[in-house]
């Protein structure tokens, strides 16, 4: 069974500009989970995708945004850049029914200059 | 509020058992997560434990839980170096997704 993949693995962008990262679960998961990951702020989650629908949201600015696809393929977005959004981007994704067991993928690494 | 508390880091040699150890604040009924991270990889997760069980042992991996002092511990027996990692301690309430992470003990193994 594949893992959780996430593309691209890493990325530079200057500020101001946006960016999409992906995220495909393993098969079958229907819930994606995303973090982000700082060496002063560890690991923060911002939002739950479950369905096509948001399913909770932590607690960061609206520059931060994701979707779901009916194939449970997730996107998130970081608009209008800043230097403090370069950091390790992670998704967990689990079968939904159960979030015992989350499985993360190897992360994006966004760098902000 | 959700709160979760680990050492910094630990330094073992090879073959020894290491010791890691959180502190959780959350008392609703939780779930606790131990991942591994390994440099420029994500997590892995190692094992979990619901707040009701005292004690699970899985391979080289065990975990006891302390539900009045809210301390969980991983014990890792026959450290390898291959162990060297950052380890994370995580909560979750058994209703929601979102895991609530430590800041991660990272962990030397020396030959």
């Known amino acids: 069974k594949a893992g959780v993949t996430q593309t691209p693995r890493y990325l530079i962008k200057t500020r101001g500009q946006q960016v999409t990262l992906s995220c495909s679960p393993i098969s079958g998961h229907r819930s994606v989970s995303w973090y982000q990951q700082t060496p002063g702020q560890g690991l923060q989650f911002l939002f739950e995708?479950?369905?096509?629908?948001?399913?909770n949201k932590g607690n960061f600015p609206g520059r931060f945004s994701g979707r779901q696809f009916s194939n449970s393929r997730s996107e998130m977005n970081v608009s209008t850049l800043e230097l403090g959004d370069s950091a390790l981007y992670l998704c967990?994704?689990?079968?939904?029914?159960?979030?015992?067991?989350?499985?993360f993928g190897p992360g994006t690494r966004l760098t902000v200059l | 509020g959700e709160d979760v508390e680990q050492s910094l880091f630990l330094s073992v040699r090879e073959g020894d058992s290491s010791v890691i150890n959180c502190t959780y604040t959350?008392?609703?009924?939780?779930?606790l997560y131990w991942y591994k991270q390994e440099p420029g990889a994500g997590l892995q997760l190692l094992t979990y434990?619901?707040?009701?069980?005292d004690m699970k042992q899985d391979q080289r991996l065990t975990v006891l839980l302390n539900k009045k002092d809210k301390h969980l511990s991983l014990r890792i027996a026959d450290t390898q170096t291959g162990d060297s990692a950052i380890y994370f301690c995580a909560e979750r309430d058994s209703g929601y997704s979102t895991l609530t992470f430590g800041k991660g003990t990272m962990l030397l193994v020396s030959p």
């Open positions: 967990a994704t689990s079968s939904g029914d159960s979030y015992n067991e989350q499985f």
């Open positions: 995708y479950f369905s096509e629908t948001q399913r």
């Open positions: 434990i619901f707040s009701n069980m």
């Open positions: 959350d008392s609703s009924s939780t779930y």
